[in-house]
Each structure stands twice: as C-alpha cells, then as structure tokens.
C-alpha cells in the first residue's frame, strides 16, 4: 500500500497563503500515480475535492477555490504541491493528499491530513 506525507499545514491570517506538500514515503515506486490530489474536511462537514492533477498535469478546482489555490507536480514523481492564496476562515479544514491510480483496478492512497487554519 502506497503511504503519503503531507507537510506545510499551519495557522494564517485571511487573505494570507500557505503552500502544503505531498509525497509518497517510497520515493521508489516504480510507477508514476494517475491521479493525484486534495481534498478537506471542515469540522462537522463532509470531505470535498479540493483540486488534482494527473501525471500528465491536467488540474482540475473546486469552484470555490478557483482563481486562489494551484496545484502543481513534480514531473512524473510522485509529489504534489498546493498553492493557497488569499485564504479565507471557510478553508479552515484538514487537508488531505490522495493519490487514485490504476493497476488491476483503482486503488486509493491517502495521507494523514493536516490541518489549515485561517483567522478572520
């Protein structure tokens, strides 16, 4: 089974940024994850897609961080990264790095969660 490791998680201020990162512990798998990402759980809430990004670097955004958060890769490793800008007090959540790839049939890896905190 395939561990991730996110790191960069923290408290800010609104409108400040912070950038998470997320890399698989093996850092030689022979294969490069279909499909990597974010999601983020607020308290009391359900976890959402945040953003992802394939191995061919096809993104994809929740609405409602469009325009603030970008998310990039690492060539074709497996390591992922998540620019947030202009944060707001509604992305207070725990964070949480996934990877969703194809062998015999899809197979979801996920992280620890970290948690973003933003004050208003």
């Known amino acids: 089974q395939v561990q991730l490791v996110e790191s960069g998680g923290g408290k800010v201020q609104a409108g400040g940024s912070l950038r998470l990162s997320c890399a698989a512990s093996?850092?030689?798998?022979?294969?490069?994850?279909?499909?990597m990402g974010w999601y983020r759980q607020a308290l009391g809430k359900q976890r959402e897609l945040v953003a992802t990004i394939t191995s061919a670097h096809t993104t994809k955004y929740a609405d409602s961080v469009k325009g603030r958060f970008t998310i990039s890769r690492d060539g074709i490793k497996n390591t992922i990264y998540l620019q947030m800008n202009s944060l707001k007090p509604e992305d207070t959540a725990v964070y949480y790095c996934?990877?969703?790839?194809?062998?015999?049939?899809?197979?979801?890896?996920w992280g620890q969660g970290t948690q973003v905190t933003v004050s208003s």
């Open positions: 093996d850092s030689n798998l022979d294969f490069s994850i279909n499909i």
């Open positions: 996934n990877g969703h790839h194809f062998k015999l049939d899809w197979e979801d890896y």
